[in-house]
């Protein structure tokens, strides 16, 4: 994929990074991202939308891939990582969109206020997801309250 337009998004959580790791891997966020881009109309061209496997510890990532108007590819991704903060934790999300070559990248551009848009919403719902999840999972990532509103919200 040629050059990457990026963006990140961070929210302290008042919970323990397990907490925090446990609330990121048991939300289900590629449905709601599937819904928006079939209001956009554009859902018959994904190509793709998977988790990435990511190596470091506390990280988890999820893309998804479509093919472009002009028959390029183009992907936008979101990698989660919590890390230890003073008072709990930090979560951050970083969202790039790639595209397949120069073509593919000026049509990705040229989507990218309505696409970027909604790629910011995405980011910014899991961090509230995560963060209320968080709170109600103790140290050792058992729930001490019930999240699924917070499936269903993200």
């Given at each position: 994929m040629?050059?990457?337009?990026?963006?990140?998004?961070?929210k302290?959580?008042?919970?323990?990074?397990a907490?925090?790791?446990?609330a990121?891997t048991?939300?289900?966020?590629t449905?709601?991202l599937?819904?928006?881009?079939?209001?956009?109309?554009?859902?018959?061209?994904?190509?793709s939308?998977h988790?990435?496997?990511?190596?470091?510890?506390?990280?988890?990532?999820y893309?998804?891939?479509?093919?472009?108007a002009?028959?390029?590819?183009?992907?936008?991704?979101?990698?989660?990582?919590v890390?230890g903060?003073?008072?709990g934790?930090?979560?951050?999300i970083a969202?790039?969109?790639?595209?397949?070559d120069?073509?593919?990248?000026?049509?990705?551009?040229?989507?990218?206020?309505?696409?970027g848009?909604?790629?910011?919403?995405?980011?910014?719902?899991?961090?509230?997801?995560?963060?209320?999840?968080a709170?109600?999972?103790?140290?050792?990532?058992?729930?001490?309250a019930?999240?699924?509103?917070?499936?269903?919200a993200?």
């Open positions: 040629n050059r990457a337009i990026s963006s990140n998004f961070y302290p959580i008042d919970a323990p990074p907490a925090s790791y446990a990121l048991r939300l289900e966020c449905a709601r599937e819904r928006a881009f079939a209001a956009m109309g554009v859902d018959d061209r994904i190509i939308a988790r990435i496997q990511l190596a470091p510890r506390r990280a988890a990532g893309a998804i891939v479509w093919r472009l002009g028959g390029g590819r183009a992907e936008v991704s979101w990698t989660a990582s890390a903060a003073s008072e934790s930090l979560l951050s969202v790039r969109a790639y595209a397949q120069d073509e593919s990248y000026e049509e990705m551009l040229t989507a990218w206020p309505l696409l848009r909604i790629a910011e919403l995405h980011a910014r719902r899991t961090l509230a997801a995560v963060a209320e999840l709170c109600q999972i103790d140290a050792e990532g058992e729930h001490i019930a999240p699924a509103t917070l499936v269903a993200v």
